[in-house]
């Protein structure tokens, strides 16, 4: 299935494990409980590991323990719910350099916003389009705060 | 539930490009007077018809059903709410200018 | 006033570009109501009623005649001739259409003006008090800080989808709080420490509605470097831990109760640690500039007024009574700021023609400097009136309806839309508002009854600000039925204080009676005229106004 990385369609490489697959080599993204029940299973394997965390978990309480998977996935239960945002900005600053992947109810019109707190790849809602979702990076040309990946601030 | 002698259920909701007050009439347009408005006599049929109406969203939107009587010809909503969407506001707006527009 | 830079002309076209194409998105139906719901919100557009009703934002309450005139072109061409000021300084059109909106927002960036974040759950304008700049008992003027705050909050990418809507206000006085700070999520006051720096007390948890509650001290003194960065701190905490299984308990009053005091503002202040010393600091490079937006106009060299003015105050004379109530002094020798009533007795509270703007804006540059500010309580102040052209000014604003003089007097009242015009409401407002004007419209006896605040709201969530009315009056549903509730004892200042209810409920035909009632009783058991109606109140409790009310 393809997903947004980096500002472009690409298909995923990372392959998304249910809770009752088995653990494989290659690029895998699975739960957090899983990654912190099985870690004798990830530790003998190859291959990229993504983890999914919820959106209601806070930044502090993974940063240590994530710190080196190569990517982290957030949740987006329903678009009105932004904790995400903060999620992901507080995992940047915690000096986590992985992909950090938005996956759930993405919706092309918060695109912008959450590649401005430190997201690079996303998983569009099901059923929306992503080269509509492409577009959503182009709606402003300026911000008024830095980002992130700076861009252009009014004091630059 | 169904409906004792006069009351009924109608369905209503707001003009997607307007914004105004729309009845649904039984030709299955929206029509802006209450007195076309098509009537159920209970609440099932007309959950059932609002389910199928409710989709053309391009048309009207957060449509649903409200309880209304029928006395005699006029139809006349149960709710404050209802009756003042059907009227328009209460309020004389008289302006200093004379425009009394609302 | 704030100038808009290149950055702020490309935002706002970019902004009411993406709302055409948001706009197109859903009438294709590539967008559903429900997805569209949250963006249009984000523009300002409800859905009410009757019709769809925008919500423009004006920053701080200041408007430049430029602006008040496309106020009236809009109103006068998308609507239907007038606009309504509401209590957070911003204005509302009732009418217009869909496809339409995105074009208003074009001819709104056209002059520096957006609907940017005036509804949804994230920050919304910032008020302050409608003397800013003016005021003899100010401080520092506290709209470079607004503006401030203005910019970080708009767009901010974290802050998009709170649980819920977020308020800030400034005040920059000590003595008088004309912004109800402590009624807001956030109530920053400018303040001075022992040497002399500027800094601010911050306030946390105000707000109305369901649950009102009085904002709590968080900080008593904030540097001024600090002010971005400490409010970036509070909202990451309210956007990680703010309820969201409940909308009425999502907003952040909730929270500062829940977990105390202490453990919130440690929680601030460990978040606050991280990013202190960030870009977020606020140089004093910025304040200089932000300043500078704001310095006073060319003020001519005039004599103190003050006893002209007093004079003119004293006289028995419908200009005398217009200038003992809605003249007020000004800081700038020779010069006061005016009231605009827009609460005259046919027309609903805050409401304005597209003509009555039109000439308002004239009359800001004939009278002043061509701004006018929109109070939070429903009116227009021009700031900058010479004294000596105050009788002229009278006489033009007579002929414009608005020269009401019942600033601060019993029909100098705040009314929200109510169930005649808002899909929230419980019972309708308006009327209840307009046969209150018509029965008390003898001024010398709104004078006597002296200062209050009359606030009516036609549901819990208190737009008319009913709890911080001396006298508030709520709307409520009872059995199907419009039923009023009488509340006592709110206030708005520095002595903020939530009105208790009175009683049993009343009818649509049994509260202006009622009303009365609680007025005679009040001049009943004054100790004199000059003790006001919340000071006998506070000194006797709601006992005798009980008895007053309802009959021993």
Redesign the interface.
């Known amino acids: 299935m393809p997903i947004i990385r980096n500002r472009t369609i690409v298909e995923d490489d990372f392959r998304t494990l249910g809770a009752e697959d088995p653990i494989t080599d290659g690029d895998i993204i699975i739960s957090l409980e899983r990654f912190r029940a099985e870690h004798d299973a990830l530790e003998k394997r190859a291959g990229r590991l993504g983890v999914e965390i919820p959106n209601d978990i806070f930044a502090d309480e993974v940063l240590g323990e994530l710190e080196t998977v190569d990517l982290i996935a957030i949740d987006f239960p329903i678009y009105r719910d932004g904790r995400g945002f903060s999620t992901a900005r507080l995992l940047r600053r915690g000096g986590f350099t992985g992909e950090l992947r938005a996956t759930g109810n993405v919706l092309r019109d918060q695109i912008a916003f959450m590649e401005r707190c430190g997201f690079d790849a996303y998983q569009v809602a099901p059923g929306k389009s992503l080269e509509q979702a492409l577009e959503g990076f182009e709606d402003f040309s300026v911000t008024y705060q830095d980002a992130i990946s700076p861009r252009t601030s009014p004091r630059s | 539930m169904s409906a004792t002698n006069h009351s009924c259920f109608v369905i209503t909701g707001s003009l997607t490009l307007e914004g105004s007050v729309a009845y649904l009439d039984s030709d299955g347009k929206w029509s802006e007077t209450l007195d076309k408005a098509a009537t159920f006599s209970d609440s099932e049929t007309a959950e059932d018809r609002l389910a199928e109406v409710r989709k053309a969203e391009s048309i009207i939107t957060e449509p649903y059903i409200f309880p209304a009587e029928m006395n005699g010809p006029r139809l006349t909503p149960l709710s404050t709410r209802e009756k003042l969407r059907a009227e328009g506001p209460s309020t004389r707006l008289r302006r200093p200018d004379g425009s009394g527009a609302l | 006033m704030y100038k808009y ?1 290149e ?1 702020d002309s ?2 706002v076209r ?2 009411a ?2 709302f055409r194409d ?1 706009v197109s998105r ?5 967008l ?2 429900d ?1 569209f719901k ?2 249009r919100l984000q523009n300002g557009l409800y ?6 009703m925008l919500r423009v934002a004006i920053p701080y309450g200041l408007l430049a005649a430029q602006q008040m005139r496309k106020l009236a072109h809009i109103a006068r061409t998308y609507d ?3 606009g309504h000021f509401t209590t957070r300084q911003n204005i509302q059109f009732n ?5 339409q909106v995105p074009t208003i927002l074009d001819e709104l960036a056209e002059v520096e003006m957006h609907a940017i974040q005036t509804s949804g ?1 994230c920050i919304r304008n910032t008020t302050t008090d409608h003397l800013a700049g003016v005021a003899r008992d100010e401080l520092a003027d506290p709209r470079p800080y607004c503006e401030m705050v203005r ?2 909050s ?9 649980p819920r809507k977020f308020k800030i206000a400034f005040t920059g006085s000590a003595d008088s709080d004309r912004a109800a700070i402590r009624l807001h999520d956030i109530g920053i006051q400018l303040v001075e420490n022992e040497d002399g720096e500027l800094g601010f007390r911050v306030f946390v948890g105000g707000g109305m509605g369901r649950t009102p509650k009085v904002g709590k001290l968080v900080r008593e003194f904030l540097p001024r470097q600090h002010l971005i960065s400490y409010l970036e701190a509070i909202l ?1 905490v309210y ?2 831990l703010g309820r ?1 299984d409940n909308i009425y308990k999502a907003r952040i009053k909730i929270l500062v109760d829940a977990l105390g005091v202490p453990e919130f503002s440690a929680l601030v202040e460990k978040e606050w640690e ?1 990013i202190r010393e960030s ?1 977020l600091q606020v140089t004093d490079a ?1 304040v200089e500039r932000m300043q500078a937006f704001f310095a006073p106009p060319a003020y001519e060299t005039l004599p103190d007024s003050d006893a002209a003015v007093a004079g003119m105050q004293a006289e028995d004379t419908p200009l005398g009574q217009w200038a003992r109530n809605n003249v007020v002094p000004h800081k700038q020798s020779g010069y006061s700021a005016v009231v605009l009533s827009l609460k ?1 007795y ?3 509270s805050g ?1 304005l ?1 597209d ?2 703007m039109e000439a308002v804006a004239d009359l800001s540059e004939q009278y002043g400097f061509g701004e006018i500010i929109v109070t939070h309580t429903q009116d227009l102040v021009l700031p900058d009136v010479r004294s000596d052209a105050l009788e002229a000014l009278f006489t033009a604003l007579v002929d ?2 608005i020269a009401t003089p019942n600033h601060n007097r019993l029909t100098d009242l705040i009314c929200c839309p109510g ?3 808002c899909n929230l ?1 419980n ?2 407002s ?2 209840v508002a ?1 046969e209150i004007r018509q029965r008390f419209d003898d001024i010398d006896y709104l004078d006597d009854l002296g200062e209050m605040s009359l606030k009516i709201s036609g549901c819990i969530n208190a737009c008319g600000h009913h709890h911080v009315g001396t006298i508030g009056i709520l709307g409520i549903d009872k059995r ?3 039923a009023y509730q009488l509340m006592l004892g709110g206030s708005a200042g520095h002595d903020a204080s939530l009105g208790k209810v009175l009683g049993q409920a009343f009818s649509r035909e049994e509260i202006v009676p009622a009303l009365e009632k609680a007025l005679k009783t009040y001049v009943k058991l004054r100790e004199s005229p000059e003790e006001t109606f919340i000071e006998t109140f506070r000194r006797l409790g709601d006992k005798p106004f009980r008895e007053g009310v309802y009959g021993a």
């Open positions: 830079s950055y490309t935002l970019e902004r570009q993406q948001q859903r009438l294709s139906g590539e559903t109501e997805e949250p963006l859905l009410q009623l009757h019709a769809y239907r001739g007038y009418w217009p259409e869909l496809e759950n910019q970080w708009t767009f901010h990418p974290e802050f998009a989808f709170l990451r956007n990680q969201r991280e870009s910025e005259s046919a027309s609903p409401d023609s003509k009555q414009l309806d169930l005649d015009f409401a019972a309708r308006i009327p307009q199907g039925e419009e």
